[in-house]
């Protein structure tokens, strides 16, 4: 076997390598997906329960307790394996990342025994949630990042930006549960479940532009009109600077807490739905990758002549062209195409990922200043002046950057006139 054909089999090899370890990546991301849905539950029933003083949500608050427990023990078993490999399947940068957050699980006790004895406010209590849910979060950020298939890190950003939308779905819910179950919104309160409401939004947009067809069609056929219509309602009263207790004593705390679950129960069987195939995709190109090195190897001693030797050996009478393209369709010469094209057609896809990436963070960035000329020219708050921004800009059919843009263009010549 000549050296070009073992460096060869030893690319195949690493090839499949790679998809090994994302193949144990994404087995990684079904487990933190569920731990993170169940710590989403236990984040809801404990805002009801510190709200309410401990007379709302005490048994279902345990319940969620227990799944979390489970979850997280299932979470750490396969850190655990994987932390014994002498050679483990995940990238120094993932397994640092995991280790950071390791090291916060143990706190949940302390945390749980605060919501227990009423000594964290409810809002203390929902950011300490939060803070585990995005470092959770995290760790699936940092393995679309490290991803080196264009196919699997597609997936990989789809079902992140999913998580993170689901995530900001879940605060809104532990958000609305905490005003509607004390009674009433105070400004901040009402702010923050704007906020929410408009990030999941962009979350869900980046989502559908990175999913496959079959994922959409998952998406779209699992949304309910009728309780988007229903939380919809809840949000106007949450916006009304008023008390929201009916006369038979019930709050809406609960209506929204079941309203609100049942979207996010029902983004979450999406986000199974994506694992399930993010799986199936890696193993699927496992079996390619090992298909392609056994036919490599159950040809190792086919004579593959280097061009020059070919040329020099020529007959008179035998075209040069033809030489030359016998040269070029050789089984080592194609495979060495093949391979060369696949490295320049995914290294080209995480350009173009990092680009749209770049892209994202520049039009973000231009929308921030833009809004800061509108509250400050305007007297409008943050939300308002993003409301306004968005707005403009359907009217103008522009994308919220391009109006972004424009204003900033605006000022800096009014500036200039002055």
Sequence with gaps: MSSAQQLLLTALRCDIDNLNHLATTADIVSDVSQFIHVLQRERGASTIYLASKGKRFKTRRATYL??????????????????????PQATARLLRRIAAVWLSLDELDVLRHAIETFNISPDAATQAFNHLISNLLAIVFEAADTAVDPDITRALVAIFHLMQGKELAGQERACGAFGFTLGHFD????TLLNQLVDAQQRCFD??????????LGTWQQSLSPRTLADICQLRDIACQRSHHQTASGNTLGETWYELTTLRIDTIKTVEDTLNTQLTALCHHKIVQAQAELEQTKAKPDRPLPAPCEQLLALHSTQPLGDLTANALNSPLSRSLLELTHAQSSRLQGLSDELENTR?????????????GLIMAHQSMS????????RKTSMDQSKSMADMAQSILDLSAMLQRKE
Excluded: C
Excluded at 206 to 215: D, K, N, Q, R, S
Excluded at 382 to 389: M, Q, S
């Design 206 to 215: 980046t989502f559908v532009e990175f999913a496959t067809p079959e994922a």
């Design 66 to 87: 227990q799944h979390s427990q489970a979850a997280e023990a299932s979470m750490r078993q396969r850190l655990e394996a994987l932390s014994q490999e002498s050679r």
């Design 187 to 190: 400004n901040a309160h009402r």
């Design 382 to 389: 943050e939300e308002e002046a993003y409301r306004f921004l």
């Design 359 to 371: 892209k994202a963070l520049r039009e973000r960035k231009l929308i921030e200043r833009a809004k």
